[in-house]
DNA sequence: GATTGACAGATTGTCTGACAATAGTGATCA
DNA sequence: TGATCACTATTGTCAGACAATCTGTCAATC
């Protein structure tokens, strides 16, 4: 039983809302944040943020120019490629490994995140649909027994959240991903890790195209304004 | 031409030297780093020591114990082996890049960092050995051309590099690591990525269990000491 | 004898205020 | 038009301070 009342320092808790914030969009990539600006903002000295800044700087949340300070990182899609490469790597093993120990609760869990998406598919909810999906692959790393594979994943998902919650709600995507999630689900289920692998690595696969698509559009709208930053 | 004279900010360079003081043995597995000691030693103050002590905990280098400080952590069996799986998915995935898309530079590098290793395992030179099997993987993950991967490695590495320093000063390893090293190698000349990717993995899980080997047997020598400190 | 309570010392968590160094900006002048 | 130069905004770094917390010790209590 926990008892303990958030006893949680003062630049943890900065570091976990400027997090928040980032993977809302609040901050878009390109935006500089600004050290006094923040600490008026959150109430907290320089110091503590500073700190904080460091920690999101380590997990390549956001990156810090020297004499200019913390900006959150535009992807090339070069570097989005080398995430998905990892991320599908990862996430094969993950499922493998899931196929062989998950347990009982484990798959549980995944069921339900499934059965969730799945009707936040047919309602249209975009909101619903990632934090079912969100459940799903927790569940899912959970299930692996390797919390370092789970943390690796985290970070780097975070880093193309971007990408992510622009291709996921496309028209078309979301049914294709469930049912790409199903085919993971039902390999796990059957114990086969083989083709949990298989199918983590595919869903991967099609969540890079989708975000290719979504970057490549991207790019031919800014592309101006975006290469002239770059160089400068 | 870089005429830059190490304009490094402060933090990062210590960072920098906390890192190789920890990789170097100065710091073990267990020691906690006062800050006020830190402070006085590297001459700094302590708001820059606190961020770079942040951006070696989110490393994983060091864990920050609230209200305790900055320690080395000490590596359970269970958390090796599942850097060793991440590390053995991550360095296969990295030679099978490399035998597909390396240049003859690259594996032109490989062979001679083979070759430096092979002599130093001939003279019997830990650290020629140290800093050639460095070399030889350097070449190789540049040859991957995912710099993705070769950080997450890196990194990876940094934490089990105190089984690594001890499993690879036992006798009759360097031997065999030099085989399969060399298998590696070939494998990538070759341009057979998927015996590369074996041959990487099987490297790894050699090496796994070398440092098994020798954390059962310092386990049984301190296992008094250290279950009580834990339990504390 | 074991548990509790109190206390001192060591260490971390956090803030304030300050100042130098640097990058970006706009004005000035050839 | 282009180069130069001050000005401003911002970061990099430090010193000093104080509260909060942990650790170990020692006496008091049951």
Redesign the interface.
Same mark, same amino acid.
């Given at each position: 039983m926990e008892l303990r009342v958030s *006893?949680q %320092?003062v630049?943890q808790q900065t570091a976990e809302k400027l997090r928040a914030a980032i993977l809302a969009g609040v901050f878009r990539p390109g935006d500089r944040l600004i050290e006094a600006d923040l600490c008026g903002r959150l109430g907290i000295s320089r $110091?503590s943020l500073?700190? +904080?800044l460091? %920690?999101l @700087? +380590? @997990?390549g949340l956001i990156v810090i120019v $020297?004499n200019r300070g913390p900006q959150v990182p535009v992807l090339t899609w070069a570097?989005a490629e @080398? *995430?998905y490469?990892?991320r599908a =790597? =990862?996430e094969g @093993?993950a499922a493998a490994l899931c196929a062989r120990c998950a347990t009982e609760a484990d798959r549980q869990s995944m069921r339900s995140a499934l059965q969730a998406f799945e009707r936040a598919v047919q309602t249209g909810d975009p909101a619903s649909r990632l934090s079912a999906t969100a459940d799903f692959y927790r569940a899912m790393l959970r299930g692996s027994g390797? +919390? =370092? *594979?789970e943390e =690796?994943l985290q970070r780097l998902v975070a880093r193309i959240n971007f990408l992510r919650a622009q291709s996921m709600s496309r028209a078309g995507r979301a049914k294709f991903s469930a049912k790409e999630m199903r085919a993971i689900y039902l390999a796990i289920a059957k114990g086969d890790s083989r083709a949990a692998r298989k199918a983590a690595q595919a869903h991967v696969k099609n969540a890079e195209e989708a975000a290719r698509d979504i970057l490549a559009g991207d790019a031919a709208q800014t592309n101006g304004a975006r290469s002239r930053k770059l160089s400068a």
């Open positions: *006893i %320092s630049h $110091p500073r700190e +904080a460091r %920690s @700087e +380590a @997990e $020297p570097q @080398e *995430i490469r990892v =790597l =990862l @093993e390797n +919390a =370092l *594979i =690796l």
